[in-house]
T-cell receptor
């Protein structure tokens, strides 16, 4: 079992609210990622980070923002939630070296915006 | 365009039976291919990872094959168990960037009946 944690696991929130999804890993990995996944669909990369103070946008445009102040922590924030943000959000981490690195996934946060 | 296609989309088998899942990809330049198992409401967990030079790899009852010439992979599950019910995702990594971008298939939803 990977040492990567996400909270909350489930969140139901009203439109317009600000939310932060937490992600923490205890493996000392430099690279961290956020993916968005709708039911029956593939994972889409929305944010990634090479290390502290490094964040980049992924393939899928997202209104969310991320920060990386500490190696182990990579929170995702939505300033004003909308129903279109309803989805599963998965956090992952990996070592920084090239080659056949492994991405370890957290359990995910299921977000529902009403 | 880099894509990963999986078939079948869903599959139902009886406990104890074998099954084979397929993955075709167009990702280039190729780095590695991995199969993940994703239980409902959970994050993906890695089953196998194969590089260009590997054409088969086993992990307990899971055996993955890779044909880099035809850009095809398969995942064979032997003597299925109820706990094998999950989505199986084929993921291909390219080596065109330091991030090692991952391309995800939509998964095959496997259901094992008693």
């Amino acid at each position: 079992e990977a040492d990567i944690y996400q909270t909350p696991r489930y969140l139901v929130i009203g439109t317009g609210k600000k939310i932060t999804l937490e992600c923490s890993q205890t493996m000392g990995h430099d690279k961290m990622y956020w993916y968005q996944q709708d039911p029956g669909m593939e994972l889409h990369l929305i944010h990634y980070s090479y290390g502290v103070n490094s964040t980049e946008k992924g393939d899928l445009s997202s209104e969310s923002t991320v920060s990386r102040i500490r190696t182990e922590h990579f929170p995702l924030t939505l300033e004003s939630a909308r129903p279109s943000h309803t989805s599963q959000y998965l956090c992952a981490s990996s070592e920084s070296h090239q080659g056949s690195y492994e991405q370890y996934f957290g359990p995910g946060t299921r977000l529902t915006v009403t | 365009k880099n894509q990963v296609e999986q078939s079948p989309q869903s599959l139902i088998i009886l406990e104890g039976k074998n099954c084979t899942l397929q993955c075709n990809y167009t990702v280039s330049p190729f780095s590695n291919l991995r199969w993940y198992k994703q239980d409902t409401g959970r994050g993906p967990v890695s089953l196998t990872i194969m590089t260009f030079s590997e054409n088969t790899k086993s992990n307990r009852r899971y055996t993955a094959t890779l044909d880099a010439d035809t850009k095809q992979s398969s995942l064979h599950i032997t003597a299925s168990q109820l706990s094998d019910s999950a989505s199986y995702i084929c993921v291909v990594s390219d080596r065109g960037s330091t991030l090692g971008r991952l391309y995800f298939g939509r998964g095959t939803q496997l259901t094992v009946w008693p």
